[in-house]
């Protein structure tokens, strides 16, 4: 283990396996197990992956980037979500240094190049007792080694191998997540959402576009909250703060079906 790696907080012990029902699954099994923050779970494979809003996401084998990371930070339950703005600013880095592929953020937390997307992130929080927060089980699925993807998909998900023409090692992409997660998550724990929240609107493809809540009422995304809502600006000009879950992005797309 190199220096770096010593002094990291994350990614001290990886469980890296071959075919899973989903590593969400196995991450929380081992949180619930007592195992420390920054214990990692990869598969090679997933036969009933998860993405968010009880989307199924799905892999091929062996071509992309699947793991699930315990977290536990000294924070209430209503701020579990905003570990997935903290994941999509750690991705965004790792594309940039691992590949050279440069990557944007769409809120809350998919990571596009372009149109296409070519990472999401789904927190699952454990709340042992009202306003406590036991673990986030971060997942992240990061699509690196497809050369191509099935219509209608081809027209929404990219690849790294898709972006740069050459295939790259998933461990290599995994070891660059950790490094850039464990930067990103420690500014996190000293500052909050404060911490990363200008690197976030750096890396946002969000900003500037229209978008729609989930009451149907509908703006141009302006800022991100403090809370890491995201702002709207109506056409009457009135201010609405979405959460997560709650907003429609213009061009809004998932990996998973
Ligand atoms: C989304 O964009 O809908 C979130 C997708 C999250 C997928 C990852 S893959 C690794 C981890 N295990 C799962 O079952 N889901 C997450």
């Not at 023409?165 to 909050?192: C, K, N, P, Q």
Request: hydrophobic share 45%; glycine share 12%; with cysteine.
């Amino acid at each position: 283990m190199s220096l770096a790696e010593a002094s990291r907080r994350l990614g001290h012990r990886v469980h890296a396996l071959g075919i899973v029902d989903s590593t969400q699954t196995e991450a929380v099994r081992l949180a619930e197990a007592g195992a420390a923050e920054g214990t990692v779970v990869t598969a090679s494979h997933q036969t009933s992956g998860r993405g968010r809003r009880g989307r199924r996401w799905v892999d091929a084998g062996g071509e992309s980037l699947l793991m699930s990371i315990v977290l536990r930070p000294p924070v209430s339950p209503n701020r579990a979500p905003q570990l997935s703005l903290v994941g999509a600013v750690a991705v965004a880095d790792a594309l940039r240094a691992c590949a050279g592929v440069r990557a944007a953020i769409r809120w809350p937390n998919d990571v596009m190049v372009g149109e296409r997307k070519i990472c999401g992130m789904l927190p699952e929080a454990a709340t042992p007792r009202p306003g406590a927060l036991g673990h986030v089980v971060l997942g992240i699925g990061l699509n690196v080694n497809q050369a191509e993807f099935p219509a209608p998909l081809c027209d929404l998900a990219t690849s790294v191998r898709i972006e740069t023409g050459r295939m790259t090692a998933i461990g290599e992409i995994l070891e660059g997540v950790l490094s850039a997660l464990d930067r990103w998550y420690g500014r996190f724990l000293t500052a909050g959402l404060d911490g990363i929240r200008e690197a976030w609107l750096e890396r946002a493809q969000s900003i500037g576009r229209r978008a729609r809540a989930a009451d149907g009422r509908e703006g141009v995304a302006v800022d991100l909250g403090r809370d890491g809502a995201l702002v709207l600006r109506t056409d009457s000009g009135e201010t609405l703060r979405v959460l997560a879950g709650d907003v429609t992005m213009e061009a809004s797309h998932a990996t998973g079906d």
